[in-house]
């Protein structure tokens, strides 16, 4: 059983940062791959980072670049995104999904809502 767990979505303004941390957790299963997506109202799911479990593979979204970096700790099972700058079109539910090959992905989590308003 895999397990991945979002957290540290919430409510900021503008030009906020926001850090989501991503928990994988399993006994057989260790991932090739960790991605962020986002998904909001009415639009498509897309990625907006990706990283290797090794971390030695980044990916960052043209739409986020300069704003928004991934990373892993080192001895930890916990993939974060760290969100600066944060704009209103930032808001969305942001998805981590784990996976064994670079950008195919096997599970995914629940989610963890961004809201960026003043």
């Known amino acids: 059983q895999v397990r991945v767990v979002e957290s540290g979505g919430g409510l900021v303004h503008p030009g906020d940062s926001l850090r989501l941390s991503c928990e994988v957790s399993?006994?057989?299963?260790?991932?090739?791959?960790v991605g962020w997506f986002r998904q909001a109202p009415g639009k498509e799911r897309n990625v907006v980072a990706a990283?290797?479990?090794?971390?030695?593979?980044?990916h960052i979204a043209d739409s986020v670049k300069g704003r928004f970096t991934v990373s892993k700790g080192n001895a930890e099972s916990t993939v974060y995104l760290q969100m600066s700058r944060l704009k209103p079109e930032d808001t969305a539910l942001y998805y981590c999904?784990?996976?064994?090959?670079?950008?195919?992905?096997?599970?995914w989590g629940q989610g963890t809502q961004v809201t960026v308003s003043s």
């Open positions: 999904a784990v996976g064994s090959r670079w950008t195919e992905y096997d599970y």
């Open positions: 399993s006994s057989t299963y260790t991932p090739y791959n």
């Open positions: 990283i290797t479990w090794t971390a030695d593979m980044i």
